[in-house]
């Protein structure tokens, strides 16, 4: 999810969780605008929503330049400051086409980055060759600093506008610096190859980009539906592609969050959702109300409501 342009009410962040756990999404990344005009109070909003569902949902912070850092100057300290009052992760847009300099923005964000010891989550939209050099140059920062597996790329449409050797060779950069790629399977927007990209190491995950916010009426936080609509994007049909489309928006995306207790295992913390379906194919395809969402070994939601 992403924090409105104005400060959110607790009561309407407060829903928006309620909603996405009735769903089984019990792990959120959420980016929160910063600029000159909003200073930190969304941050703090978002922070008091955390605390408040500390023991139903995690939610993961990323400080987000939704103006530009250049654009909006102060931007890049209030960046810093939010990390230091409870982000957890330093955003950055568009580089070269919201702030017109590629380095300027990049020795910013990876500047924090590597001062606080956090990761980064950077939303790239330019597509073509521009797009591409923008994702290699992140690339090449993020071993740079030591940052690999800590670094994220969403929606990076360049890499479905580009040759297929352009975005081959590309993913073999991304994988050896362990830069993930998000793609919420974009309806009016060219998507990457995600079955390319996995097949070269890179990893590939999945989320929801905007719920019913200010950019788009659409989007419910609803994990299962995501793994549907990238599928049905990316044109996948068999079974072992729906597999690919369900595992980016569930082991995928808790490998980047850093989620090491993840999944239904003995020992495990008992977070676990049920779907009536006889095949996992058939749950994405279908994508049936989630019979029961179970957290920490106790039932939280039924029948997609949240209990």
């Not at 400080?63 to 209030?78: D, K, N, V, Y």
């Not at 297929?164 to 998507?191: F, K, N, Y």
């Amino acid at each position: 999810m992403r924090a409105a342009r104005t400060v959110p009410e607790f009561e309407t962040g407060s829903n928006l969780v309620r909603q996405v756990v009735a769903s089984g999404t019990l792990h959120m990344r959420t980016h929160v605008d910063v600029d000159n005009q909003l200073g930190l109070r969304n941050l703090h909003e978002v922070l008091k929503i955390r605390g408040h569902f500390r023991d139903l949902v995690t939610i993961e912070i990323v400080a987000f330049p939704q103006s530009g850092i250049l654009r909006s100057p102060g931007t890049a300290e209030l960046l810093d400051e939010a990390i230091a009052q409870g982000a957890d992760l330093v955003g950055g847009l568009d580089p070269v086409g919201i702030d017109g300099d590629l380095d300027a923005h990049l020795d910013a964000i990876f500047a924090i980055a590597s001062r606080r010891g956090v990761g980064v989550d950077i939303h790239l939209h330019d597509g073509g060759d521009a797009g591409l050099a923008q994702i290699l140059e992140i690339a090449r920062r993020t071993e740079a600093t030591g940052l690999q597996g800590k670094v994220a790329v969403s929606h990076a449409f360049a890499l479905g506008s580009v040759s297929t050797d352009s975005v081959t060779r590309a993913a073999e950069t991304l994988a050896r610096a362990g830069v993930a790629i998000m793609s919420h399977g974009p309806g009016g927007a060219t998507i990457p190859p995600l079955k390319l990209l996995r097949e070269h190491g890179v990893e590939v995950f999945g989320g929801s980009d905007n719920i019913r916010d200010a950019w788009s009426p659409f989007g419910n936080g609803d994990m299962l539906e995501r793994a549907m609509l990238i599928g049905y994007r990316a044109n996948f049909r068999h079974d072992d592609e729906l597999a690919l489309a369900f595992d980016m928006v569930t082991t995928a995306g808790a490998r980047v969050l850093g989620l090491s207790d993840y999944g239904f295992k003995v020992g495990g913390p008992a977070d676990f959702v049920t779907v009536e379906a006889t095949t996992l194919a058939e749950a994405v395809a279908t994508r049936k109300r989630r019979s029961l969402v179970v957290k920490s070994g106790c039932i939280v939601a039924k029948d997609g409501v949240l209990l």
